[in-house]
């Protein structure tokens, strides 16, 4: 598993807070039993019935490799299938006010960082993306240093969430399995486990 | 020391500290079902993985099932696939299922506790939000996705982070024509959807002390729409008295032992919270969402705020300042994880009794598993919604996230029992969802808008 360290690329900013799992990907797109595709129907009703341009729809943010969100991003559903279609689309990283616990956690086994800042931080990242989509957005995930043009400011990030990132470490099976007889013992002293 | 129910079984369930400074948390219960499995299953077998306790594994199939008729193979392809495959991995894993033809099958969150898995202290995962439902027992319950369904089969652990503790009492009694469905709405209208991240939802006060089951597990499965990824109730007589006698529930000599354990994983009466919040239930209206979260409602006697969010407001086509009362509706959906057991069906059936469903109105009332279905039906409360119109359906998640046939079409409207008023949300793109109670539903669909159930249960004799 590789280390995550840095991202950087174009932004798509997509204002709006409380987006949720079932808008980011509708539930008739997990009558699937496999991931493979799932990039196609990303925010596919938002886009068909949108009266303004949905940004995704938007040429010039074609080659967007970070998604600049607002506050809740991810909530309700826990469907992996979201993040999973986020990532299939190209996209590294995240950056928002907030994140859906789910969510958050279903991202970073994928190894998806999401960054949070502050609502005018994000804001201004939004509006000088829109004015400037070739602009390059930095993301160091060890510092949470993220520039973009002129703009420069400190994100945040779960210190475990970051750690994982940067020590290789997001897709935790390895580690679950790495000391089993240890789960083993805890099974065997829960009274439950041993039918009391 | 005193301590909340959270820490104790936290503590009890802690595996180690990870490298990566997050816990790996042992996990008593895993349940799964055909949407969030497929994929976990495929990652097993590319790295050659098994199952770690196939034992402590259950699984289902709800969200694809038709609710019209449940034959297999079933009409849509997709459908069939996805249950023939998790047929084959329950099989080549050793983990038991339920399909259709079983009496045990339902919503997964309907079925845990019916059939005695769900029990207190215990750790439960199912990739599905809604697992903060199992938490009406005394348990942490918490939805996840695919990836860490994997991790849980190949490891029963899960690599999390601790949350802090929010203690919500809520005090008095609850006026007629009001439910845990108007008590779960209001903490959310009160609290935000966002107000619980990081948090885990601690509900008590001497309203939730008199609860039944059916009803605290109405309030800890919206939990999550508030964004708390867990919510629990302190386990106490009620829950040990619905648990006895269930197929999975202890027996015999290890009952006693259990209620001395499940007793001792309770909150302590002078355990600390990161923060506390106190409602009074005598103030709560029955309530309806207008808008595109669960979070914004209002009280059947209020009107739309004028601050209403203007997105919000767009999409459903409404405006500021104005009634919801009133409101035509063209679908009335009685059912899922949050109103589809049989004290949901009994109050509903109270409304519906006597009366017709509006002409133009669809009804739905989907079972939340077979046995809700066959009990409803052993007392006869099938027949008083099939007398008023009503469509009798088999068990399912059906309309409330319509991954099977049961849909909105266009802009429709519908008073909906469910839990999430998500724009699209019941499978038409630009569907409306107005979220209430399953008696308030009951109201609608027979007054063809939406209406003020008290009045219609004044108009009951006694």
Known sequence: MNNI?????????????????DRIMPARFLKVVSFEGLEKHLFEDDRRTNREAHPFSDMRFNDASVMIVNANFGCGSSREHAPQGIVRAGYRALVGESFSEIFLGNSAVLGLPCFTADHDTIEKLQTLVEKAPETTIECNVETGEIKAGAMKF??????????????????????????????RSVGKRLPYVAGF | MADTLFHKVWDAHKVRTLASGQTQLFIGLHLIHEVTSPQAFDMLRQHGWNVAFPERTVATIDHIVPTSSQKRPFLDVMAEEMTVSLERNCK????????????????????GPQLGLTQPGMTI?????????????????????????????????????PLKVRRIDVNGQLRPGVYAKDVILTIIRKLGVQGGVGYAYEYGGTTLDRMSMDERMTICNMSIEGGARAGYVNPDDTTFAYLKGRKFAPSGAAWDKAVAWWR????????????????????????????????????????????????????????????????????????????????????AAKIVKGHKVAKHVKALMVPGSREVAQEAEKRGLHQVFIDAGFEWRG??????????????????????SSNRNFKGRQGSPTGRTLLMSPAMVAAAAIAGEVADVREMIEAVPA
């Open chain 1, 5 to 21: 360290t840095y991202v950087s690329g174009r932004g798509m900013p997509l204002r709006g807070n409380d987006i949720d799992t």
């Open chain 1, 154 to 183: 400190t994100a945040s990030m779960p210190t475990p969430l970051r750690d994982a990132f940067v020590q290789g470490k997001w897709d935790p099976t390895l580690m679950l399995l790495d000391k089993f007889d240890e789960v």
């Open chain 2, 92 to 111: 080549e894993f050793g983990i038991k299922l339920y399909l259709p033809d079983q009496m045990e099958q339902g919503i997964v969150h309907v079925i």
């Open chain 2, 264 to 347: 001792s994983m309770a909150s302590d009466k002078n355990a600390t919270y990161d923060d506390r919040v106190v409602l009074d239930a005598a103030a709560i209206e029955p309530t309806v969402t207008w808008g595109i979260n669960p979070g914004q409602s209002v009280g059947i006697s209020e009107q739309i705020p004028a601050n209403a969010d203007p997105e919000a407001l767009a999409y459903m086509g409404f405006d500021a300042k104005t009634p919801i009362r009133g409101t035509k509706i063209d679908v009335a959906f009685i059912g899922s994880c949050t109103n589809g057991r049989i004290s949901d069906i009994e109050e």
């Open chain 2, 125 to 161: 995962a199912c990739g599905d939000s809604h697992t903060s439902t199992h938490g009406a027992f005394g348990a942490i319950a918490m939805g996840i996705g695919t990836s860490q369904v994997r991790d849980v089969l190949a490891s029963q652990s899960l690599a999390v982070e």
């Open chain 2, 395 to 416: 068990a399912g998640c059906s309309m409330c996230l319509a991954m099977n046939p049961d849909k909105l079409e266009g802009r429709q409207v519908c008073a909906s």
